[in-house]
């Protein structure tokens, strides 16, 4: 069952990883400080403390080598962790790593707390250290390690971290997408472009779908940093890039006020309007080079432009264009006989060319309808968009089993489809919210089975929604967490 409260911390995490035993054998150690190499870090508490001062003490992740027993150890109080060792000998080693990029490099050789089990004990324990970097908006995850002193391997459990940020499924999720969201770049998986802009978006809508502002930063640290690059504007050669841009723009609007998101946004409008013409009656090119028209620009371009006219009061121009661009739409079969929207049209028939039904391309257009009816007050793009959500959640093609899956889905998190889920389950939040909860059921199965079978201790999510977990990135975080967002 979905859990969308605050969860006791015990809750959080579970599949095998949490191991509910005492965390000493041999009582209470003395403290140990903190190594000498370790760059100290000031939260509410400095790197150092004496976990005999932590106001709690939660086991999310445990490990073995050679009967010793390696665990991580976590007050959610002081959102500080600490390490230990049982069933060990006198010699044998205990440290923490940190990482702040969700576990994909850590400081190499830092030890954290480094310290060895003395003569006559059979267990030891490090000294508590923060996990996350406030002051340099550092998120940070933790992980214990080990070795047997008259053995060379070493031992780790997987990453973890305190419910500071992460007190939910939501806000979790939210934490773990931020793991990949690079302060220099202000983009999230370093250089990830249109994918960005969605996990940027999921994050506005976590933030006011949770409260949580903590991250609210990201918006305009990601706007100051990009605003100049490409073409300019959050402009590009690619016309879909340039949609999923002004739309993260006017979420940025909504959530902050500032009119510069929403000037953006209409610059990115007027920029793909500026590659509409009369070719096959109409449509957006999906680039600059004029080469093709697809679904997905020009099922944002509906969107954008019934969204801009909705905040600048009915603005006739904006509202004439996305009025247009659906008139234009469903004129091409480009929404076929089954109620799924294939992938783009033949530029030689000017009709559907038969392609993919890509998930996103189901959302999208979803998407975009109820924002047209919200504009137009039309009950018919309504009941279009409803078909098409029906379609896609009982389809034994996009939903096998009843849980969303993407047309020839990767093991990978990398590349472009990793986001399409998120856009495509968007969509359907946004009218499961229009129709009275109609989709409840259907969102709450796929967070359901995201949680059971696809989450790992870091609350980061792979690509197979039915699972097995594979190893995540963020166009596939931020598509389990646009579900998360959705579920009512």
Not at 343 to 371: E, F, H, K, P
Not at 437 to 446: C, H, I, S, V
Not at 456 to 472: C, I, K, N, Q, R
Request: with cysteine.
């Amino acid at each position: 069952m979905f859990i969308s409260a605050a969860r006791p911390s015990g809750l959080r995490r579970t599949a095998g990883r949490v191991l509910l035993v005492s965390a000493l054998a041999l009582g209470t150690p003395a403290f140990a400080g903190p190594a000498a190499a370790a760059t100290t870090i000031c939260n509410r508490y400095c790197d150092g403390r004496d976990p005999a001062l932590a106001g709690g003490d939660r086991q999310p992740v445990a490990t073995t080598l050679y009967g010793r027993r390696f665990a991580m150890h976590v007050d959610d109080t002081s959102a500080m962790a600490w390490a230990t060792v049982d069933d060990g000998q006198p010699g044998d080693e205990v440290w923490l790593d940190r990482s702040f990029d969700g576990g994909r490099t850590w400081a190499d050789g830092s030890r954290l707390g480094d310290t060895a089990i003395p003569s006559g004990a059979g267990g030891w324990r490090t000294s508590m250290f923060n996990v996350d970097d406030w002051n340099a908006r550092g998120v940070g995850a933790l992980r214990a390690c080990g070795k047997a002193g008259d053995r060379p391997e070493i031992v780790c459990t997987a990453w973890a971290r305190s419910t500071w940020n992460a007190w939910d499924l939501r806000t979790a999720a939210a934490t773990a997408l931020m793991m990949r969201y690079d302060r220099g770049t202000g983009l999230f998986g370093g250089t990830g472009w249109w994918t960005s802009a969605n996990a940027l978006t999921s994050i506005i809508d976590n933030i006011r779908r949770s409260g949580m502002h903590s991250y609210e930063y990201a918006v305009a640290q990601t706007y100051d940093r990009n605003v100049g690059a490409r073409l300019g504007q959050f402009r590009n050669e690619f016309l879909d890039d340039t949609g999923w841009w002004g739309l993260a723009w006017i979420a940025a609007y909504d959530l902050t006020g500032d009119s510069r998101y929403l000037d953006t946004a209409r610059a990115d409008a007027d920029h793909m309007y500026a590659y509409w013409d009369t070719r096959c009656g109409g449509g957006v090119y999906w680039k600059t080079d004029r080469a093709g028209k697809n679904a997905i620009e020009n099922s944002l371009y509906i969107q954008l432009n019934a969204e801009l006219s909705v905040r600048l009061g009915g603005n006739a121009t904006y509202r004439q264009r996305a009025q247009a661009g659906w008139d234009w739409f469903r004129g091409t079969g480009m929404l076929n006989s089954g109620d799924l929207v294939n992938d783009g049209i033949d530029m030689n028939s000017c009709r559907n060319n038969g392609d993919v039904t890509w998930t996103y391309n189901q959302g999208v257009l979803i998407n975009a309808l109820v924002q047209l009816n919200r504009l137009t007050g039309d009950a018919s793009t309504l009941a279009t968009a409803r078909r098409i959500a029906d379609a896609m959640v009982h389809s034994s093609y996009l939903s096998p089993g009843g849980i969303l899956r993407e047309p020839n889905e990767s093991d990978s998190c990398t590349g472009d489809g990793a986001s399409f889920k998120g856009a495509a389950i968007r969509g359907l939040g946004v009218l499961n919210t229009a129709v009275g909860g109609a989709y409840d059921d259907y969102l709450r199965r796929q967070a359901d089975s995201n949680v059971a079978h696809n989450r790992d201790a870091l609350d980061a999510y792979g690509s197979h929604w039915a699972g097995p977990m594979v190893p995540t990135a963020h166009g596939c975080q931020h598509s389990v967490l646009d579900l998360l967002n959705a579920v009512p």
